[in-house]
């Protein structure tokens, strides 16, 4: 299995208030992904990161912001969580090799907000 | 990005082979093909991917169409643990080089 790491595993908040989950990875890969699952809708793309400090959108960005300071670490903020972030999270970590290299996955983060 | 169309869904029996047919008929020369498999509420495993040849791995076989426009993934003996949603995806190179996911085939192998 790939080395990602994603906490908390489980949580559950209160809307309104900030959330930050991480992704940690041990391969020094360069890329890195938050995507979220929702029933009907499959994996959708949240943000990414293509190295330390330097993040781009998703198709799903609004409502979160995200932070890598370290190539092992990328994180997700919702600054003010809305029950419809209710969703399961993964992270997802890459070499950045276009287009032949394999994108690996976490195993989640589910997020409850009540 | 590079759509693909699966069946929503197929039955296969334990032990037989599994063909997972996606067509992907707007796919560009410098594109790859992957193939991920959910199982249930994990994160998505790696299957195998391909440009251009067919490819084999320890976990299945891709075939490719000459033109690129469709592919098929083979499970050689399909098992019980092999039920799962399957997702092929086209993955532009540009752009964050990610994966875009669609519905994906949920697959039900029966004993």
């Known amino acids: 299995d790939a080395g990602i790491t994603q906490s908390p595993r489980h949580k559950v908040t209160e809307t309104g208030t900030p959330v930050t989950l991480r992704c940690h990875q041990t391969e020094n890969h360069r890329y890195m992904y938050w995507y979220r699952q929702d029933p009907g809708h499959g994996l959708r793309l949240i943000h990414y990161?293509?190295?330390?400090?330097?993040?781009d959108k998703g198709e799903v960005s609004d409502g979160y912001s995200v932070s890598r300071s370290k190539t092992e670490d990328f994180l997700l903020t919702l600054e003010s969580a809305t029950s419809s972030q209710t969703s399961v999270y993964f992270c997802a970590i890459s070499e950045g090799r276009m287009g032949g290299d394999t994108i690996y996955f976490g195993e989640g983060s589910w997020l409850t907000v009540v | 990005d590079a759509k693909t169309t699966q069946p929503p869904s197929m039955d296969c029996a334990e032990g037989r082979a599994a063909n997972l047919p996606c067509n992907h008929s707007t796919i560009s020369g410098n594109e790859y093909v992957y193939w991920y498999r959910q199982i249930h509420s994990q994160g998505p495993q790696y299957i195998i991917h391909?440009?251009?040849n067919n490819e084999t791995n320890e976990m299945a076989s891709l075939i490719i169409t000459e033109d690129r426009k469709s592919s098929t993934l083979i499970l050689p003996h399909a098992t019980l643990r092999d039920t799962a949603v399957y997702y092929c995806i086209v993955r532009v190179p540009a752009a964050g080089n990610k994966l875009t996911f669609g519905g994906g085939t949920r697959v039900l192998v029966k004993p």
């Open positions: 990161s293509y190295g330390v400090k330097d993040t």
């Open positions: 391909g440009l251009k």
